[in-house]
């Protein structure tokens, strides 16, 4: 309140006064000084008011306003009490003024949105609740006018927010959707004519399961139900539905819950895409896998067959032949055929068509060498200890030949006469990820001064060019008691050809 | 120098060579070691496959054998396929065989470049 100064009643002197007058004086003065008080207190309370306050007359003339009028516009009330509307809202001329002011006396009230200028020439988007009062003969409108640039700002983001997701909404390939807890679609995107030709006011109010083939609704229901229940996410859940003209369209659905102010389960969103195409690449890449499988297999079949063919060509051979170092040669020929068979073989029963098992391979491989040499249980026995490791053909081929080699050598020379004795083999994998193959026997022994690297025989040659250069390992041998050999190699070792 | 990462075939080739009258100085199964081998081993000729161990293949081997001493290469491969025989003789070789290889053909080659009075 800007005027402080109490209003004084002037009276005449109380003592010339007779007494009941001079009560009724007193009376008076305490009402007035009681009805001033009220004043102030509400013209303070109009002055704080958050909201702008206009008193107008008829002519659009401001006949008053409160502090926040004042601020909000940056004129002092005297300024503001010297203009009209059309100074300070650029969108009033007088023609709306005159609707305006006869809408507003004939209802009383009205609301609008309109623009307020500032002293500085800002504009300021407002919403005025408008109220027609007649006070004192004079007509008035009494406007409160709230500043809108926040209100605005927050929905006009809003706005743009929501243009935002319709036009990713409507531009991606795929369909968006959304469902009520009974799984009643509240939401489709326009995309659903591309995927199964219906628009969407067709779909919304049907279930998904409404649009798929009577089985597959069973199955997917029953699906949904599970994931419903407990509240979780749908995962590219592969689904079989009918497009609009009757073909088969598979769709992948994911989708999340969301839920209502109380927690509750109220639908799920989310979007569908169109995967028949990738179905239909994938069956073929799988026919065409098999098909390839299937060849592979008989060719491994087919060339574990011709090494039989070769290994029974040299039988027939070795009928004819009667010179006892022929025959041997033979034989070894044969092992080493029988060898490379047994891979083949072993790779044709496999899973996956390029690994085998080395303690599958090794253990029949070491059974059949020995076989070969018709050298009884109880006079030579073979102790096997091969972990289960799966290697390529590249590197199960030639394990198979150094053992082949190794195990011929120690049957051949190591258990002169009747010398009875045993063979260990033994391959594990080691922690650092290599390959340690380790083959002993307990025979007569190597000569200490034995140089394996420099030996003529084929089979030693061999042993050690598979496993230095073939298998890019080390090779050891120890001549102490029992004769040993260890070789070291890791696998893979180049890209694999098949 | 024979670069065969079959070396049960390396071998059998090392002694048909042997059997020529030629010395095989080393046998390699991949390509960083024929590389290797032929810049300390300085050898006549390298007879070389294509397809072998190690992360280069016989023909990228070839380039840098090429490039660094210059020694003529031999190619010898399994696969028959043109853009296989293209890539050999872009990478100028002295000779190239299909496997199983007609050794006849393999000597002339090889006597061409290196007599074997060399």
Known sequence: MKDKKETKVLLPEESAMPHRERAVLKGFERDWKSAEKALRLTRFTVDNLSDAVYWMDSKARIVDVNETACSMLGFTREELLNLTVFNIDPDFTEDKWVKAWDTLKDRGKMTLETKHRTKDGRIIPVEIMANYLSFGGRELDCAFARDITEHRRAEEALQESEERFRSLVESTSDWVWEVDAQGVYTYVSPQIRNLLGYSPEEVIGKTPFDLMPTEEARRISGIFASISANKKSIKNLENINRHKDGRLVVLETSGVPFYDSQGNLAGYRGIDRDITERKLVEERLEASIREKETLLRELYHRTKNNMQVISNLIDLQVISVNDEQTLKLFRETQNRIKTMALVHEKLYQSKDLSNLNLKDYIGDLANAVLGSYQLSADRISLHLDVESISVSIDTATPCGLIINELMSNSLKHAFPGDRRGEVCLSIRQSEEGGIEMCFSDNGIGLPKSFDFRNARSLGLTLVKNLSEKQLKGTIELRTDHPTEFRIKFREPLYRKRV | ?118
């Open chain 2, 1 to 118: 120098m024979i670069v065969e990462d079959e070396i049960i075939e390396a071998m059998f080739l090392g002694k048909i060579l042997e059997l020529w009258g030629y010395e095989v100085c080393e046998i390699t199964t991949s390509g960083e070691d024929a590389v290797h081998e032929a810049e300390v081993e300085r050898p006549d000729a390298v007879i070389m496959d294509i397809y072998i161990h190690g992360k280069i293949s016989g023909i990228e081997a070839a380039d840098k054998i090429r490039f660094k001493v210059g020694i003529p290469i031999i190619f010898m491969t399994g696969y028959s396929d043109e853009e296989t025989k293209q890539k050999a003789c872009a990478a100028h070789a002295a000779g190239y065989f299909v496997k199983p290889l007609n050794y006849n053909r393999l000597k002339e080659a090889l006597t061409s470049i290196v007599p074997q009075d060399s």
